[in-house]
Structures are given as C-alpha cells and as structure tokens.
C-alpha cells in the first residue's frame, strides 16, 4: 500500500515533518507569517545548509532567541538576506539555534583580554620584588587575586552558563571585586607603611574584604547602590593612611594610587546609573565600566610595580 502523505514510509505510524516548497516559505517570510499552519505569528530566519539545501530557523521571541545585529532589541520578524529559490523542500518543524540574551557583544571580551596580561605581569612584579619574602609574598597576593579578577570575569561574561551557574558565577564575579580592592591595598601597606598603621590597615581591609566576599556569595540579594557605596569605599580605603603613603612614596608615586581610585569611581558610578550606555548592541555602560576597571588597575599595578616595591621594607 503506498504511504500515504506526511507520513513516513520506512517508520509506521510516524508522521514525517511536513515539508513545503521554498517558494512558498519565503512568500510566507514575507508575509511575517509562520511556516507552520496554527502555530503563532512568529518570524522566520533562512539559512543556508552546507549540502546545498535551504532550512528555515523559526523566531520565537525576542528574550530567548538571537536576531541578527542589526535586530536585537527591535520588534518584528527576523531578517535576513534573499535567499535564491532553488525548489528545494523546507522542514517546517522548529530547528534549535544558539541562544543570545541580547547583551552587547563586546561584552566581556575586555576582560578577556586582560587576563593571560595579568598572568605576564605578575612575573614581572616577581621579578621587581627581589630576593624580599615579604615583597615576593605582596606581590602573590595581588597577581593572584589580579588574574582571578579578569578570569572569573571573562568566564563569567563569556561562557554559555546554564541560569543556576550564570547566577553562581555572578557571585563569584562581585566576590572577586572585593578580594581585589584588599589584594591591591596589601603591598601599598605593607611597604609603604610601618608600625600599627601596617598592621591595623591590613586587618581593616582584608576584614571588610572576606566579610564582602561571604556576604556576596550568600543567597542575599544587596540593593545595586550600596554594592555600588561598597567598592568605592574599600577602594578610598588608602586614603586613611595617605598621609603616610605621601612621605613614604614620590609624587609620582601618589598620583597613580589617587588616579586609580578616581578611575574606580567613575566606573562605579557608570556601573551604578547604568549610563552612558552609548551603544548597546555593541559597547553598552557596562563595558565602559569594565574600561574604568581595566584603566584603574594599570595605574595601581604601575605604582606597585615602579614605586612601591623599590622601597626598602
């Protein structure tokens, strides 16, 4: 008996994809219509197959599946170039595509970047810091927490997480922040600094450093500003004892370490007002904040690195 339409004739009982001409897929492209007959309105993306053959992408909506660039953000059917009709049959089922959640693309590419850099620099303070354990041991705590910082970040921007590991990532990514404010005040104290002023200025900042770092990892959800007051508290942590960093440091020395914690102001700020956000599809406020964060720790790493460390401990 000859198998009937739509269904399959090598597996009984099982209906086949129905499958429709291209022309009739694009006229329906066109239309903004679905390709499939009482599915919702839904827009249509067509793609090339490397045998030869066209596959329409369904659209579902625009919060769980990527648009071509110039559409994230945008309302309406999914665009894509004219696609020759060549008579091949088109699936009508939905085919899975790569999920995009509409955020800049340059989204933690910066960081990114900043990381095996990080990996570099490290030797390098390692080697400025001599034969000195106390240096050497400085210098580790920061390049550690320093590479940990861009990692964790890069990662957690980066990678395809499932929602369950996107939000312990992002955890992570606000406890990194604060075991780096502390991790780059650690040398700026330890060398800069004598007597109760080194001890109790490292016990202030680490405390408030873990203490963030636990909070930030529990399941307490802090209000965006005062995460916000929080960084930029612990990074104007230096400027307690800045009186004797300035003797003990060149000027040089002292702008750096002041310019930075601007730098880490300003970013805080765009962070927390979520503005400028010049161009979202591309380099949104956010990136801006991460340049404010990139900026910052150069000017901190070269005070360590030409001014710090050359004091005699």
């Not at 980066?158 to 780059?184: H, K, N």
């Not at 400027?239 to 730098?263: D, F, M, N, Q, Y």
């Not at 161009?279 to 801006?288: A, D, Q, R, S, V």
Request: aromatic content about 10%.
């Amino acid at each position: 008996m000859p198998a009937r339409p739509g269904v399959c004739p090598c597996v009984s009982g099982r209906a086949a994809p129905r499958r429709r001409p291209a022309a009739e897929i694009l006229r329906l492209l066109a239309a903004g219509e679905s390709a499939t007959r009482g599915s919702p309105r839904q827009g249509w993306s067509v793609s090339r197959q490397p045998n030869g053959g066209i596959l329409a992408h369904s659209a579902v909506p625009e919060h769980a599946w990527p648009r071509p660039l110039g559409q994230i953000g945008k309302p309406g059917i999914v665009k894509t170039p004219p696609v020759e009709n060549t008579g091949e049959m088109l699936p009508t089922h939905r085919t899975a595509v790569v999920r995009n959640d509409g955020r800049p693309l340059l989204r933690g590419w910066l960081h990114a970047a900043m990381a095996p850099m990080t990996i570099a620099g490290t030797f390098v303070l390692w080697n400025a810091a001599g034969p000195s354990p106390l240096k050497r041991a400085s210098v580790a705590v920061f390049g550690a927490c320093m590479t940990g910082l861009y990692t964790t970040s890069s990662l957690y921007h980066l990678a395809p997480w499932t929602e369950r590991g996107r939000y312990i990532m992002s955890r992570c990514d606000v406890a990194m922040i604060q075991l780096f404010i502390a991790a780059t005040f650690t040398p700026v104290a330890l060398h800069a600094l004598s007597g109760p002023w080194r001890v109790w200025s490292l016990i202030v900042a680490w405390a408030i450093a873990l203490t963030g770092a636990v909070v930030s990892a529990s399941p307490v959800n802090a209000p965006r500003w005062l995460a916000t007051a929080g960084y930029i508290g612990m990074g104007w942590l230096s400027v307690i004892p800045l009186t004797r960093v300035i003797t003990a440091l060149p000027w040089e020395g002292t702008g750096l370490i002041v310019l930075g914690g601007i730098l880490y102001t300003v970013g805080a700020i765009v962070y927390a007002r979520r503005r400028p956000d010049p161009l979202p599809t591309w380099f949104g406020y956010h990136e801006i904040f991460h340049l404010f964060v990139v900026a910052a720790s150069i000017c901190h790493y070269l005070a360590i690195w030409r001014y710090v460390l050359p004091l005699a401990t």
